[in-house]
C-alpha cells in the first residue's frame, strides 16, 4: 500500500504532468467545473469566496489560479483589490485576465507580509509539500490577513470511484478493477485543517454538501474522462473503461430515470 500511496502522490504533484498536460489548456478542468450545473444545491463558489474575503483591502493573490473563474468574479464584484494570479501551468493562464506569473506555491515570488489575503483553491494537494506551502502561504500574507482555501471531501463523489471500478472490472474480465486516482486525498477537507492549523491559530471550515443528478452520461463521463492526464496510473485501459463507465450510466439512467452523485467540498478560512 505504501508503494501505491507513494506512487500516487507523485502523480499528483509532479510538476511536468500537471504543467504540460493536465493544465497545459483548461479543458479538462472546465469539465470538471461543469458537472457542478447539475448539482442541487447549487454553490456560487466564486461568490462564497469573494463573501469570505468582505473586510479585505488592498492585495489578493490567487495561487494555482488555473483558468481564473475566481479572479474573474472578484474582478467583477471587488473591483477595489489589487488580484495576481499564479499557477505553475503557464498554458492555463493564457486565458486569465492579468496580472498573472508563473510560479511555485512553494516559493512564492512575493514578499513577507504583503499580501492582504491569499486563495488557494483546489490546488494545494497538487503541492509535493504541503507543510512548506502552508508557511508561504503565512509568510506573504499580513498579520491581520487571511487564507482561504478550498477541497474535497474523501468522501466526495463515492459513486464515481465505484462506478470508475465496476467499469474497470468489466473491462479486465474480474469483479471490481483497481481504483482510480484520486486528486484531492492527499488535502482532503479531513486533514486540511491539521495542514492549515500549523501556521494559523483560526481555522473555520464550511462544508458545502449536495448531490449532482443527470439524466445524461455525457457530463459525467466528461468529467471522468478529465484525468487523462493521469491515464498511466489507472493499471487499466483508459478509453476502453470510460466508453464502459458511459453504458453503466446509461443503464442507471434507464433503470431509475437519473444517475445521483453525492458531492461534499468545503470552504477553509485561516486567520493567525
Known sequence: MTDLSAAHDAAVTDRTRLAGSAYNGDRDLAARQSLYQWQTPRYDLPGLVAERLGNARGRVVDIGCGN?????????????????????APGILAGVPGPVAVADATRLPLAAGSIDAALALHMLYHVPDIPQAVRELARVVARDGLVVASTNSDRDKAELDDLWQRAAGDVLGIERGPARISLSARFSLEKAP?????????VEVTELPGTITVRDPEPVIAHMASYRAWSDQHDV???ATIDRARALVADDIARNGAYEITCLGGILVCRR
Open 237 to 239: 485501459p483508459f478509453d
Open 68 to 88: 481564473g473563474k475566481f479572479i474573474q468574479r472578484l474582478r467583477q464584484d471587488r473591483p477595489d483589490l489589487s488580484l495576481l494570479g499564479l499557477d505553475i
Open 194 to 202: 491539521a495542514f492549515l492549523g500549523e501556521e494559523f491559530g483560526q
